[in-house]
């Protein structure tokens, strides 16, 4: 079945970077985009990001624009977040999560952040 | 930037219709989908290209949309609909997604 494994919690100093990973399961890892979304404690969901699996083109929101990067391995169909720069204000859950490549895939029920991972917590604290 | 405008809580009494709205100038363009969130569980999509229901979806949930407003709407509410209710879109012009800000749904 679909599963989007995510990478543990992590604790990190400010001013250092991280790295988080994605590991899906069970579809065609091509066929689908990967977007990141975050959630710092007691606000809202935070869109970060999105990598096509297929050819590896990115977006990314303005405020991470020069300290976010996304990748990802077709091999193993795991897609990476790195955040550098690190602050207080990173701290949140990660989560990673698909949307259908509609120029590849047709269907009347394909629809956008399906499946999620489980969430990633990171804590940013001196 | 991208943004999405939502009210903070919207509160109905169980069995009312329950409406929450989303705005941003983006939604002209794209088509928005609404996330349910409850404590501690990630988000579940309740309606997808502005007013289409995932499979096994229940028929409470419906969704409409007209320029730049959205609107979920949920019908003869329920205890159990008590959650955080997101839209999201990604405006076309620089593929910059976004979430509103969220709402509270409280049903008492």
């Known amino acids: 079945q679909v599963q989007l494994v995510q990478s543990g919690a992590e604790v990190k100093k400010p001013g250092a970077s991280l790295r988080l990973s994605c590991a899906t399961f069970?579809?065609?890892?091509?066929?689908?985009?990967i977007h990141w979304v975050r959630q710092a404690p007691g606000k809202g969901l935070e869109w970060m990001g999105i990598?096509?699996?297929?050819?590896?083109?990115?977006a990314f929101a303005q405020k991470f624009q020069g300290r976010i990067t996304l990748t990802r391995d077709s091999s193993t169909s795991t897609v990476y977040m790195d955040l550098s720069g690190l602050g207080s204000d990173d701290t949140a859950l990660y989560f990673c999560?698909?949307?259908?490549?509609?120029?590849?895939?047709?269907?009347?029920?394909?629809?956008?952040?399906?499946?999620w991972g489980q969430g990633t917590p990171v804590t940013v604290s001196s | 930037s991208h943004e999405l405008t939502q009210p903070p809580s919207v509160s109905v009494s169980p069995g009312q219709t329950a409406r929450i709205t989303c705005s941003g100038d983006?939604?002209?363009?794209?088509?928005v989908s609404w996330y349910q969130q409850t404590p501690g569980q990630a988000p579940v999509v309740v309606i997808f290209e502005d007013n289409k229901r995932p499979p096994g979806m229940s028929q409470r949930f419906s969704g409409s949309a007209s320029g730049t407003l959205a609107t979920l709407i949920i019908s003869t509410t329920q205890v159990e609909d008590e959650a955080d209710y997101y839209c999201f879109s990604i405006d076309v012009n620089n593929e910059q997604g976004a979430f509103g800000g969220g709402t509270r749904l409280t049903v008492l």
């Open positions: 069970g579809y065609t890892f091509s066929h689908y985009f």
């Open positions: 990598i096509n699996s297929n050819d590896g083109t990115k």
């Open positions: 999560t698909r949307e259908p490549d509609y120029k590849i895939l047709t269907g009347e029920f394909l629809y956008p952040f399906d499946y």
């Open positions: 983006a939604l002209s363009k794209r088509f």
